[in-house]
């Protein structure tokens, strides 16, 4: 079959004699100007433009498809339904939208070579318009539960078992690699990293997606983060200002108060956000929560001028791109309608509106605000410079296209997944170990039940977790067998678990998120009274060994992911020792006022 290859430069420039004759102000593009753009070139960029190409320059949509000409007939229906366009071509062509951000479930990210096909008709299509410009290509490749593009793609731990690790070079290392990844499919904007300190246990948002409770630390490694990425021209996008780390509400779903004051939010939130300022980062995404002490209006921060405009651009000195959190999410609907919305987030700050529920009312509502007077061109013309620099920065004006033949050589490399592997081993951590139990021997322990929760696999991964631990354990040596119970084990199901640890030398559970009324409490329970030595993995919050008392050890990976269960299993193996601190406290379950296990603590053998 004929593979699609990267467009010649000579078919680019044919594509974009428009452009190029604005760019012709700028010179030759060399590494240099792109880390320091062109003023004047911007500016003639922006003076060309119509005023409903500026209005969709603020726009990032999604839109379905594995291909921006050709996708299948059911993302073709989506694409009416949701958008009234077929195609992410029409989109681009219908609304002159500045971004587009790709989803696993929008269809977007099959493979990396149908990704950076897909990038490339992106581009294309845009480019192709009159006065046509380069799209921002973005996506949420977060790491650990967050992720878009799956295997065979390089997947590292996540910020919280990055946190436990504690490196900031393994911080950087992750932003350098899965930004190369992602550059060579075409993608060059990723939302992340998690500028958020997480302090709340019950966040049901943030939790593991942020590095820790501790704000100096989340800082250097937000940082890191951000120039890993940003060296591999990739823009970063620190989130969620102005800090989404202590609520029990999800902005998904609902409107979360944040109730910190001024004084523990300079101490606590702003510590990471400034330093991702101080490293450079491209992009800031808002957060659809109400900070009472910074705006009392009762606004979400998205919508706030104090917030984004005050503390943001005046006290803190940010002039990159001010971006939203999803305006299809509740957070920012509670308050106002889909058409005052994204008015009022350029009215706030806002630079870049992303993926409004019903587009054409969002677009029109911005044009109709430029032409009734309430935003001014001048106002548009403001953000669209910043999202040009980034994308200048980012050597898009320059060269959008990517190599498709070469994405195979790029992308999941067997240096880069080693690499990924090394990091997952420094990250696990170790929290109780009864006896000596761990490491297992494969003498006295070689029959290894694994049972447990088997949540969603995150989006490219193999799972289910209990068949990963398994399988990662029979390579080590053991002879294991996986048995799923779920994040909720009926009686029966608890029943059966028993029976086969009866028939082990000893059991890994795999914990999701455990209460002290949980039915995975009762299973653990359970299974120790066998007398079979039990090993606990908390495969998502650490916070799970407060409620299980009688394991004989239990360790935190973080994630579920198939690197971080397959380092645990190389831990619980003995082939390498456990390094891992708790970036968060875990406070006891019979009284969570007092800490159980401190900030860095960790055992190892």
Not at 219 to 247: C, I, M, N, W
Not at 362 to 373: F, S
Request: some cysteine; hydrophobic content about 40%; charged content about 20%.
């Amino acid at each position: 079959m004929h593979e699609p290859t990267r467009p010649s430069r000579r078919s680019v420039l044919a594509a974009t004699a428009t452009l190029t004759a604005a760019l012709a102000v700028a010179g030759t593009g060399s590494a240099q100007a792109a880390a320091r753009p062109d003023e004047r070139r911007l500016h003639a960029l922006v003076s060309r433009m119509t005023l409903e190409e500026k209005v969709g320059q603020l726009f990032v949509m999604r839109v379905y498809g594995h291909s921006a000409t050709e996708p299948d007939q059911a993302d073709i229906d989506a694409n009416l339904k949701e958008i009234g366009v077929r195609t992410a071509a029409e989109l681009i062509a219908t609304y002159r939208v500045g971004g587009i951000i790709y989803f696993t479930w929008a269809h977007n990210t099959r493979d990396p070579q149908q990704i950076a096909a897909l990038s490339n008709g992106i581009q294309r299509a845009s480019l192709q318009q009159p006065r046509g410009l380069p799209v921002l290509v973005a996506t949420d490749q977060e790491h650990g539960i967050v992720c878009r593009v799956g295997k065979p793609a390089t997947l590292f731990p996540g910020a919280m078992a990055v946190g436990a690790s504690g490196s900031v070079s393994d911080a950087r290392t992750l932003g350098r690699i899965s930004g190369a990844e992602l550059r060579a499919m075409g993608i060059n904007q990723d939302y992340s990293p998690d500028a958020d300190v997480n302090v709340n246990p019950a966040n049901p948002v943030i939790g593991v997606r942020s590095f820790g409770a501790d704000p100096d630390a989340v800082a250097r490694l937000v940082a890191a983060e951000v120039r890993g990425y940003q060296g591999s021209r990739v823009a970063a996008t620190a989130k969620h200002f102005p800090g989404h780390g202590d609520t029990a509400v999800d902005s998904h779903y609902g409107f979360p108060v944040i109730t910190h004051s001024r004084e523990v939010w300079e101490k606590l939130d702003a510590v990471p956000f400034r330093a991702a300022i101080r490293a450079g980062t491209d992009s800031i995404m808002t957060a659809h929560i109400q900070f009472p002490a910074l705006d009392d209006s009762g606004d979400p921060a998205t919508l706030s001028h104090p917030i984004l405009t005050g503390i943001l651009r005046g006290e803190l000195g940010y002039d990159g791109v001010v971006i939203t959190d999803s305006l299809g999410m509740q957070g920012v609907r509670t308050k106002y309608g889909d058409d005052r919305v994204p008015v009022l987030a350029l009215k706030a700050g806002v630079d870049q509106l992303l993926n409004p529920p019903d587009l054409s009312v969002a677009w029109h509502a911005v044009l109709d605000a430029v032409r009734g007077g309430e935003l001014t061109e001048a106002r548009l013309d403001e953000s669209i410079l910043r999202i040009l620099r980034m994308k200048a920065r980012r050597g898009l004006l320059d060269d959008p296209y990517v190599f498709e033949h070469q994405v195979a050589h790029r992308v999941g490399t067997r240096e880069h997944l080693a690499a990924a592997d090394g990091i997952a081993e420094r990250t696990t951590t170790l929290l109780v170990n009864k006896g000596r139990l761990l490491p297992l021997s494969r003498r006295s322990h070689r029959r290894v039940l694994v049972v447990g929760a088997d949540p969603a696999s995150p989006s490219g991964t193999t799972g289910p977790p209990t068949g990963v631990l398994a399988a990662a354990l029979t390579e080590l040596g053991f002879t294991a067998t996986a048995l799923s119970t779920g994040t909720a084990p009926s009686p029966a199901v608890t029943d059966k678990a028993v029976a086969a640890a009866r028939e082990a030398d000893a059991v890994v559970v795999a914990t999701y998120n455990v209460t002290a009324d949980s039915a995975q409490r009762t299973l653990v329970e359970r299974l120790t009274a066998t007398g079979r030595p039990v090993v606990a993995l908390a495969v998502r919050n650490p916070y799970d060994v407060a409620q299980l008392p009688s394991v004989a050890a239990c360790l935190a990976s973080y994630s579920w992911t198939d690197v971080e269960l397959r380092a645990a299993a190389r831990v619980i193996a003995g082939r390498v020792r456990p390094r891992g601190r708790l970036p968060v406290p875990v406070q006891r379950a019979d009284d969570p006022a007092k800490v159980l296990y401190p900030i860095g603590y960790g055992l190892t053998y």
